[in-house]
């Protein structure tokens, strides 16, 4: 199985700028996919930004232009740079990973990190 665990998360004001990271553990063959979904209060979990393993990258078209998603295969972590956030950005953030472990292929998710933008 694959633990996923999100840090960076915090209260920022209208403007600033976050980072998020995401480290991958436990037995796992690679990994493939990488990416970031939110979840609002009241709302369905959407995508953020995925980033595949040779470092190609696509986003939500809410973000694009303001976040960043990168990540260090050597250290198994995905990263989320937000810049210029703004109070809709106001979400529980996940972590997601496509995974090949001994079991097969399957999606991974972390715990979720708290991201309030105030106004």
């Known amino acids: 199985q694959v633990q996923l665990v999100e840090s960076g998360g915090g209260l920022v004001q209208a403007g600033g700028s976050l980072r998020l990271s995401c480290a991958a553990s436990g037995s796992f063959f690679s990994i493939n996919d990488m990416g970031w979904y939110r979840q609002a209060p009241g709302k369905q979990r959407d995508v953020v930004a995925h980033?595949?393993?040779?470092?190609?990258?696509n986003y939500a078209e809410s973000v694009k232009g303001r976040f960043t998603i990168s990540r260090d295969n050597a250290k198994n972590t995905v990263y989320l740079e937000m810049n210029t956030l703004k109070p809709g950005d106001t979400a529980v953030y996940y972590c997601?990973?496509?995974?090949?472990?001994?079991?097969?292929?399957?999606?991974?998710w972390g715990q979720g990190t708290q991201v309030t933008v105030s106004s």
């Open positions: 980033i595949s393993a040779s470092g190609s990258s």
């Open positions: 997601y990973a496509d995974a090949v472990t001994l079991t097969g292929r399957n999606d991974y």
